[in-house]
Structures are given as structure tokens and as C-alpha cells.
């Protein structure tokens, strides 16, 4: 499986359950790496998905909230439990995509991380972690983005696992 995400430079990715920089363009970038495969994520990421369930994609959530109905996606309460639902997938088609705690439990078992790095420092209170400070990973590709609608440079970078 592999990880999508987009940072500011300190690596935060929200404030108050919203993402820190609206880029439309970045947004069609995460939907054609996903469209078609599984995405899964936290109960308070999918709840920030302004139309429900992601549309194309196999949604699985995860929460701990007894009796928890996320109409469109698949719940469950433990991270092995979810593992096991997406065992069969291709690896390529599985997708996570956030918030902190899911990224923190599920980045041993992602082989890449596709990052949109926002050169920008914003007030966050969630993070993702520094994959450049982290011997595990390396930077495979990087390519530029182009300048967000409010000016902010942005640049993907593809971080392969090095162990
Ligand atoms: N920049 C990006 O690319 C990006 C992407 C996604 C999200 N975000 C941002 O990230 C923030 C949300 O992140 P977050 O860490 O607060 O929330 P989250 O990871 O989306 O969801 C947390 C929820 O998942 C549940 N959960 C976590 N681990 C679980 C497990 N192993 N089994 C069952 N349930 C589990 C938690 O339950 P408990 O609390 O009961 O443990 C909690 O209800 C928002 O601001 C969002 O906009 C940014």
C-alpha cells in the first residue's frame, strides 16, 4: 500500500479536522492516483469529505465509535482488521490517505509515499512525519507543481522505502 498526503514545510497537514492548503489542482492529482483502488481513513478525515463517501473508490474507515455507520465506506474498529479487508487488493490500488493517526499506524506497512510538499509554514495541529529526517525513506522522484491560487510553490515528491 502507499500513502498520499500533502504537507507544508514543517510537515503539518491540519487544523480543526480541514486541510491546510486548498489547491484544486492537487486535488485532481489525489483522485487520479486513487480513483478505481481503496482509500482508508480515520473517522474524522472521512468526515471532512464534503460529499460523504469518495465516489470510484473503496472506502474503509477506521473508528472506535460503537455502532459508527459511514454511509458509502466499510468500518472497522481495529487497524488489523482493516488490513485483513484489503489483503487481497494489488498493493499498487490501496491507498492512505489520513489524517495523523492513521498515517502514523500505516506508514510501516506503505512501500511509497506520494507527498504534495507546499513550500509554506502554516498553524497546523496535525502532522505527518518527517520522511526527510527518517533513514527508512528516500526521495525516488520529485517533480514541480506550480504555484497554488494563493502563491504558494508546491512540488511532488515520490519517497520510496529504503528498508
Ligand atoms: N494534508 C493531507 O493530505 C491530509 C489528509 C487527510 C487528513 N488530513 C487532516 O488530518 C486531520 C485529521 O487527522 P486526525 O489524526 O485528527 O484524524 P483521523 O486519523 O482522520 O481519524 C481519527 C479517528 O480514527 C480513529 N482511529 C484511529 N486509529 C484507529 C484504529 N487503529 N482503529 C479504529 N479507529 C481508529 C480514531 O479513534 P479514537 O480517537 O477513538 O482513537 C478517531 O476517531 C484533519 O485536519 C484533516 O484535514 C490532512
Redesign the pocket.
Known amino acids: 500500500m502507499n500513502a498520499i498526503?500533502?504537507?507544508t514545510k514543517d510537515w503539518g497537514?491540519?487544523?480543526?479536522?480541514?486541510?491546510?492548503v486548498r489547491n484544486p489542482d492537487d486535488m485532481r492529482f489525489f483522485k487520479e492516483h486513487t480513483m478505481g483502488g481503496t482509500v482508508i481513513?480515520?473517522?474524522?478525515?472521512f468526515e471532512?469529505f464534503p460529499g460523504g463517501a469518495l465516489a470510484g473508490r473503496r472506502n474503509v474507515v477506521?473508528?472506535?465509535?460503537p455502532g459508527y455507520e459511514a454511509p458509502g465506506a466499510e468500518v472497522?474498529?481495529?487497524?488489523e482488521e482493516a488490513l485483513a479487508a484489503v489483503h487481497d487488493n494489488k498493493t499498487d490500488d490501496v491507498w492512505v490517505?489520513?489524517?495523523?493517526?492513521?498515517y502514523r499506524?500505516l506508514l510501516p506497512h506503505c512501500e511509497k509515499a506520494i507527498v504534495t510538499k507546499n513550500d509554506v509554514v502554516l498553524p497546523a495541529d496535525?502532522y505527518f512525519p518527517n520522511l526527510d529526517e527518517d533513514p527508512v525513506w528516500r526521495v525516488e522522484s520529485r517533480a514541480d507543481g506550480g504555484v497554488t491560487g494563493s502563491g504558494i510553490p508546491y512540488e511532488f515528491v515520490t519517497y520510496a522505502r529504503n528498508l
Open positions: 498526503v500533502s504537507v497537514i491540519g487544523l480543526k479536522g480541514k486541510l491546510l481513513c480515520g473517522q474524522t478525515t471532512s477506521l473508528s472506535l465509535e472497522y474498529a481495529s487497524l490517505i489520513g489524517g495523523a493517526s492513521i499506524q496535525t
